[in-house]
Structure formats: C-alpha cells, structure tokens
C-alpha cells in the first residue's frame, strides 16, 4: 500500500510577505506579530513565523532598508534564537552597515550553534583579514580547505594569496567561489520557494531546490527545506535524503529533525520516526511540535490497540 502523504503545518504568513514585496516592512512585522497572538498552539506556528520574518527582512535588505531588515531578523532571533542561520543573516546586514563589532558578534553567535557553518566561518575570516589579523583569517581558512572539492582547490589557493595581499574583494570572490556560497542569490531562491509552498506550489518548490540544493551544498537549511518540500509531494525517500544531509551539516536542526520525523511516518516507518521525536525532545523536552505529534501518534496507537 503507498503511504498517504503526512500532513505538515501549512504556513500562516503569506499575508505578510506581501506587504513585505510591496515594500510595507513594518507592517508585514506586525502581521505576523499579529497571527502569532492569535492562532492557539503558538509554540507551533514560531518556526514558521521566523521564516517569514527572515524572508521579509531578505526583501528589505533588497530594497536598501537596513533598518528594517535588522528589526525584522531581531524579531525573528527573538522567536527562534538557535537557528544559525539568523544570526549570519543579521550579521550581514550589520556588515554591510558597517557596524563590524556588533557583525562580529552575531557571526561568533552562529558558529558557536553551528561550528561547520562554512558561510559564517568565511565571513568571520574576511572580518577578521581586513581588520588586520590576516593571519589568523588564513589559519582559520586552511581548516575549510580539507571540505573543498579538488576542482575548487585551485581557487581557494588563489584567494589565499589575494588575502595575504590583502586583495579583499578578489580574495572574497575566490573564496565564496570555491566553497560555492553566494549568499544574495541564495537568500532570493529561499525567499521565492518558500512563497511557492505557502501558495500550494509544492512541485515548483521541490523542483526549484533541486536545481539549487547542488549550489548550496554546505547550506543546512536549504536541504531543510527541500525535504519540507519533498514531504508535500509525497516523496518521502528523497525527503530522508534531504533532510539527512541537512542533519549531517548540523546536528542540533531540531526542526530538520522533526520534518525527518514526518517523512518516515509518510513512509510507514513509525517506530523509527518516534525515534527521531524521542531525540528532539531529550535535547528540547519544550519543542512544540515535536510534543504534538508525538502526542498524536500516542493517542492513534492507543486507538488501535482498543480496536484490536
């Protein structure tokens, strides 16, 4: 028998998103502020709610309003601190701002959750060479060299010796190319698949991080959400894949961990699927999801056992 498909929690903000393309920052803030306190089951809907709100601040950022990129990835922080992913994101914006202490911080806050977080390594590394501690910033850099591919050694090599002739922007070219991270047009991909799973576009979705994921190998949360995508079409094989490698690049993606959780009950392997929620909780006995579904599929096997 094919499994049925798992339900997942369909996001609540698309509403917001909008007023985040027409520009209207603020109130696309206050939108999910908005729904957050009145949906019940809160706890829930927070993942989702800081993915909007990283999603509105990629668009202010677009648009050149820093101000409002910041305050919505401040919000986002507030709802969901251990995603490393934010934190990079906010020191981004504080960079381009100019504001490196505080861009310092924020990135030694995403590296201190996700140590492997290659983008964040890269950018402390560059902080660091045009503050001047080069050295440092290369002996930082040879430790990513052993996870680049031979093809891209090449380029590595010759960002190293840009940086050591404190050639920055070269030597950040190379690197970002060597290591494939393009941060911009990632963020744009992101922002766009996610808005196609909010409008029920799920195969667009899967078939757009698809093409991606490859580019953004080192990136946890787009294989994350391939495999949120992947559930949605039903293709719960290539959804444990997915969500497998977004688990090997950090440990600790509970939220990975619990949509890893959805694609094996899709897949009709409960047993293993409640062991994945077993892990989420001994880490995060407060993880609102994972305490929901692990009471639902608690109270569907006690109904079974009554009809047996």
């Known amino acids: 028998m094919t499994p049925r498909p798992t339900d997942l929690p369909e996001s609540e903000f698309a509403p917001a998103l909008r007023h985040a393309r027409e520009g209207r920052f603020d109130e696309a803030m206050r939108a999910v502020a908005e729904r957050l306190r009145v949906v019940t089951e809160r706890e829930s809907r927070l993942p989702a709610a800081a993915n909007a709100l ?39 914006v504080l960079l381009r701002d ?45 430790e990513l060299s052993t996870a680049t591919p031979d093809d891209d050694r090449r380029s590595f090599q010759q960002g190293l010796r840009r940086l050591e002739r404190a050639d920055w922007e070269e030597a950040d070219a190379l690197l970002r ?17 996610r808005e196609l799973l909010d409008c029920g576009r799920k195969v667009e979705a899967a078939l757009l991080l698809r093409a991606i994921a490859p580019r953004f190998a080192g990136y946890a949360d787009v294989h994350a959400l391939l495999g949120r995508a992947e559930i949605a079409c039903g293709a719960f094989d290539d959804a444990m894949l997915a969500l497998g490698r977004a688990l090997e690049l950090n440990p600790d993606f509970h939220d990975a961990r619990v949509l890893l959780a959805h694609a094996l009950e899709g897949a009709g392997q409960r047993t293993q699927a409640q062991e994945q929620l077993a892990l989420v909780l001994e880490c995060d006995p407060a993880h609102a999801e994972a305490l929901a579904r692990s009471a639902d599929w608690s109270r569907a096997g006690m109904a079974r056992g009554r009809r047996g």
């Open 98 to 142: 100019g504001r490196r202490p505080e861009a310092r911080r924020a990135l030694d806050r995403a590296i201190e959750i996700n140590p492997r977080y290659r983008a964040a390594l890269l950018e402390r590394a560059m902080l660091d060479a045009r503050e001047g501690l080069v050295g440092e910033a290369i002996e930082s850099l040879r």
């Open 177 to 193: 190319r060597a290591l494939h991270l393009d941060d911009a047009s990632l963020e744009r991909e992101l922002v766009h698949a």
């Open 54 to 92: 990283a999603a509105v601040a990629a668009l202010a950022d677009e648009a050149g309003d820093r101000g409002a990129a910041e305050r919505a990835l401040d919000q986002a922080i507030t709802l969901k601190p251990r995603y490393p992913d934010l934190h990079f994101r906010r020191a981004c």
